[in-house]
């Protein structure tokens, strides 16, 4: 019986060595793995922070492009007016001198102003024989109307109604009135020309940089959109890395704690099972020994009964006879 439970013993010994050995090993196979998905975890989120500080910054010197480029377009935009002002406020004086040679020098290519319209009120005062209310000046440059930031000196101005002054004795060769003024109108129509093309360049170019803002404008807000959603994108990966990390941090703390209880296990396994593990042959041995002796001694002990039982039915035989 003593041998049997020693048998039984040594048995679930030795399957229990196996057992906890075997979950050791997954609980070591566990730990490593949560402690390389962290590592990667780890890695996975300073990738992303590069990543996400350089979609930020884009984003900043993005935002701050278009800010210049806006201010830019604007002051071409002011530039441009300024330049169409100008230059159409030159061209319109320039007219006006042509237009008042014409008067005095070619009177058939002269555009008398336009007359004066008078309201409602003041026609039936002069249907009634009134005088009609005297014209306004028209003000601006010389007298002209237009307005614009240009000098003109005072004794320069001309009034309607009055000729250029003559030309200076010097100006003899040049007495003909009908040549002096094709010359002077050849060269304000020249002016006039150069401004017009001046106008019609800066027009095409004013519409070139407009059409060119607006792509840009389209490119920027594409390009800002894209950034802003890889942006969020992997502001959710990096949270989500972070909640893993979490997770596999509370799993390996977990495993680690199963596998000390699985150290302690064991070690009271081997305190317990060691002694008989080691021995077990010996004692079987020894048991075995044991019980050969005894079968030996007990046969020999049956052996000397029976002499002994011979001995005494041959010494009563003899008493007989």
């Not at 799993?251 to 002694?275: F, P, Q, R, V």
């Not at 042959?281 to 002994?308: C, F, N, P, Q």
């Amino acid at each position: 019986k003593e041998q049997l439970d020693d048998d039984n013993k040594q048995e679930n010994c030795l399957a229990q060595f196996d057992h906890s050995d075997d979950s050791k090993k997954a609980l070591e196979r566990k730990i490593a793995d949560e402690e390389a998905a962290i590592a990667d975890a780890k890695e996975g989120i300073a990738t992303l922070t590069q990543e996400i500080a350089a979609l930020e910054a884009g984003i900043v010197a993005l935002d701050k492009s278009v800010a210049v480029s806006t201010e830019q377009r604007k002051a071409e935009n002011v530039e441009y007016k300024e330049l169409v002002a100008s230059d159409s406020a030159a061209k319109e004086v320039l007219g006006f001198a042509k237009n008042r040679l014409n008067k005095f020098y070619n009177p058939k290519l002269y555009t008398a102003a336009p007359k004066q319209e008078l309201s409602a009120e003041d026609r039936i005062f002069v249907n009634n024989g009134g005088t009609p209310p005297p014209t306004e000046a028209p003000g601006g440059i010389a007298d002209t109307g237009i307005a614009a930031l240009v000098q003109v000196s005072a004794h320069n101005q001309l009034s309607d109604d009055t000729a250029p002054a003559p030309p200076p004795a010097t100006w003899g060769a040049y007495s003909n009135k009908s040549e002096e003024n094709n010359g002077v109108v050849a060269m304000i129509d020249l002016l006039i020309k150069d401004l017009e093309k001046e106008m019609t360049e800066a027009e095409v170019e004013e519409k070139n940089s407009q059409t060119d803002y607006e792509a840009l404008m389209l490119d920027s807000a594409e390009k800002r959109a894209q950034d802003s959603k890889s942006l969020a994108e992997k502001e959710s990966t990096k949270a989500d890395l972070d909640s893993q990390i979490q997770e596999h941090g509370a799993a390996m703390k977990a495993a680690g704690s199963e596998l000390m209880a699985t150290d302690k296990y064991i070690s009271n396994l081997h305190a317990e099972c060691d002694w008989l593990v080691q021995y077990f042959e010996v004692r079987k041995t020894a048991r075995a020994d044991e019980i050969d002796s005894l079968g030996k001694a007990k046969a020999v002990l049956s052996g000397a009964d029976y002499a002994l039982l011979q001995t005494g039915a041959r010494g009563f035989l003899s008493r007989r006879q």
